[in-house]
């Protein structure tokens, strides 16, 4: 079993840029697919990119592409999401999880071992 936890989120302008870090501890993190969601209030949990443990391969919802970058690090055990330029309507609770498929499927019921999520609240 692996363990998430999720830090970086907080308040930011429309335009701006944060840092998401997902510090995973526990099983061997390197050998994981891994993915960041989010979830909005009023809203189903939604795919936001992956990442391939195995040649550092890398999805997008369409939503997000050309604005955020996931990345690894497999000797600190973390994943990041860098995101830029910010929206209003990327204001949600970030999320990271393991993906439970060999191949990545951009569902939430393809990802388990959920962190605790970190709020990220974009102001105009």
């Known amino acids: 079993q692996v363990q998430l936890a999720e830090s970086g989120g907080g308040l930011v302008q429309a335009g701006g840029s944060l840092r998401l870090s997902c510090a995973a501890s526990?099983?061997?993190?390197?050998?994981?697919?891994m993915g960041w969601f989010r979830q909005a209030p009023g809203k189903e949990r939604e795919f936001v990119a992956a990442i391939r443990w195995r040649g550092g391969s890398t999805t997008y919802a369409d939503s997000v592409k050309d604005r955020f970058t996931i990345s690894r690090d497999n000797a600190k055990n973390t994943v990041y999401l860098q995101m830029r330029d910010l929206k209003l309507e990327d204001t949600a609770v970030y999320y990271c999880a393991v993906s439970k498929t060999l191949v990545v499927v951009p569902t939430a019921a393809s990802f388990g071992s959920w962190g605790q999520g970190t709020q990220v609240t974009v102001s105009s």
């Open positions: 526990g099983r061997t993190f390197m050998t994981f697919d």
